[in-house]
C-alpha cells in the first residue's frame, strides 16, 4: 500500500515571474512581477481551498548571485540569478495540504514547492531565508521590502529574532571557513595561492583572520622548504655534501 503524503504546516514557494511557469488564468498572470498582487492571488488560491493560513510573507529576489571561479584572476567572477520570488505560509494544524495539493493549488510544478526541514526551528529558518540574514556570502535584502499578507508582520520577525539570527549567521560563517582553510593551505602548498592572493580577497582575508596560525604556518613552512630547496641546488652545497 503506497505511503499517504502528510499535509505539510509550513512552505516555501519559489518560482520567476516567466507566464509559462504559472498555471493562471490570463487575468492572473498579468500580475505577475506585482509581488503584492500576486500575494493575494496564491493566498486567495490556498483559502478557497481549505487552507487556513497563520502566516504568509513574500519578497522578490532579483539580486542572487552565482559565484564561478576564474583561475586567471585567482577569484571569483559574479553571475547574477534570474528574477524570482519566494512565498512563504504557516497553516493551522490539520489545515494544511500535501505538497502535490499545494502546487496544484498555487499553479506550479511541484519542485517549487519546498517543505520544511524537520525540526521546531523550521519555519523560522524560512522567515530568517527571505532576506539571507544568515548567510553572509548571499545579498543581503532589506527587510522593508519583505511583504506580509497574513498574520505578524514581518518586521515583528525581525526586531524579535535579529539576535538569534545574528547568531546563526556567525555560526554558519565559522563553519565555511573551516572547509575553505583546507582549500587555501592546499593552494598555498602547491604554491597557487599566496598571501597578497589572500588579502586581496575579502572572504579569503576573513578565513585568514580566524585561522591565521593555521594559513601563517603554510606559508613559512612553503617559504622553507623553498629556501632549503634552492640551497640544496648551489653547487658549493653539493661540493660539501660529496665531501662527507
Known sequence: MARK???????????????????WTDDEKKQLGNLGEMGKIIKSRLENAGCEILEMHGIRHDKDENKIWNEYKMDYDINFQSNHAHFIAKFKKGKGKTLPELAKIVGVEESYIEKPKSGRYAFDNMLSYLIHIKYDKKYQYDVHTV??????????????????????????????????????????????????????????????????????????????????????????????????
Open 5 to 23: 503524503l502528510a499535509d505539510l504546516e509550513t512552505m516555501m514557494l519559489v518560482q520567476d515571474f516567466q507566464p509559462q511557469h504559472w498555471n
Open 147 to 244: 511583504y506580509t499578507f497574513a498574520g505578524k508582520k514581518y518586521i515583528e520577525h525581525y526586531r524579535e529574532r535579529y539576535e538569534s539570527w545574528m547568531r546563526g549567521r556567525a555560526k554558519k560563517s565559522v563553519a565555511s571557513t573551516k572547509e575553505l582553510v583546507d582549500f587555501l593551505i592546499n593552494g598555498i602548498a602547491d604554491g597557487a595561492i599566496t598571501f597578497d592572493n589572500i588579502v586581496s580577497n575579502e572572504e579569503w582575508m576573513k578565513v585568514y583572520i580566524i585561522n591565521s596560525s593555521r594559513i601563517d604556518t603554510a606559508i613559512n613552512a612553503r617559504e622553507k622548504a623553498i629556501k632549503q630547496q634552492k640551497l640544496l641546488n648551489t653547487p658549493n652545497y653539493q661540493e660539501r655534501l660529496g665531501q662527507k
